[in-house]
């Protein structure tokens, strides 16, 4: 009878010990997937952010780019209003130049008839000739200016082009950064509600524990 009492006393002393050092374990375990979770958690949430602000920073620098694309479409039509004036402008001084002269023609005219007016019709003559080089000097002036309008057109496409290029290239890294914050959105969602219920575990088995 003693040998049995001492047995069971025996057996059940090893399996208190055995239960307990479970326990220990299994609050190790907890503790440990606790502490991963919550790291875990602390990347994601710092990806997200980082996520979060290169998208708001891409939609910025592809509104910036929206804005001076649509300032030089604007300069390229007024350039465009602008020849049409110059070239209007440009007719009126030839006209005003075949006025002259012709103005010019009637004067040497008069001059070979009227002699005693030779002083007078000289220096009419020279204004005339004047005005015309002055008239010349304008066209060339004006024809210029078209030039340098057209060379200034051409480096407007080239910017154009590469801003639409730009542009481009930003949407899609917009669009990388959103799927990128969805995923990690997702990913801190997970961890945090793995982090919960690890935290849950771990007191239950600590209660258990102590």
Do not use: C, H, P
Not at 139 to 165: C, P
Request: net charge positive.
């Amino acid at each position: 009878m003693r040998n049995k009492v001492l047995v069971i006393t025996l057996l059940l002393a090893s399996i208190s010990s055995f239960a307990k050092m479970n326990v220990e374990e299994k609050l190790e375990q907890l503790k440990a997937n606790n502490e991963n979770a919550k790291f875990n958690f602390e990347q994601y949430n710092e990806n997200y952010k980082i996520s979060k602000e290169n998208e708001k920073q891409a939609y910025l620098a592809l509104k910036d780019l929206k804005s001076k694309r649509k300032q030089l479409v604007n300069n390229s039509k007024n350039i465009e209003k602008n020849k049409l004036k110059i070239n209007k402008m440009k007719a009126k001084i030839l006209n005003f130049k075949a006025q002259e002269s012709k103005r010019l023609a009637r004067d040497l005219a008069k001059i070979n008839k009227l002699k005693d007016l030779l002083v007078k019709m000289e220096a009419q003559k020279l204004m005339r000739e004047q005005s015309i080089a002055a008239y010349d000097q304008k066209v060339q002036e004006i024809e210029s200016e078209k030039a340098l309008w057209v060379t200034q057109k051409q480096t407007m496409g080239e910017v154009l082009a590469s801003i639409d290029e730009k542009q481009n290239e930003v949407l899609k890294q917009n669009k990388s950064w959103a799927q990128k914050k969805k995923s990690y959105k997702k990913e801190m969602k997970k961890w945090s509600n793995e982090s919960k219920i690890a935290d849950s575990q771990y007191g239950k088995y600590k209660e258990l524990a102590n």
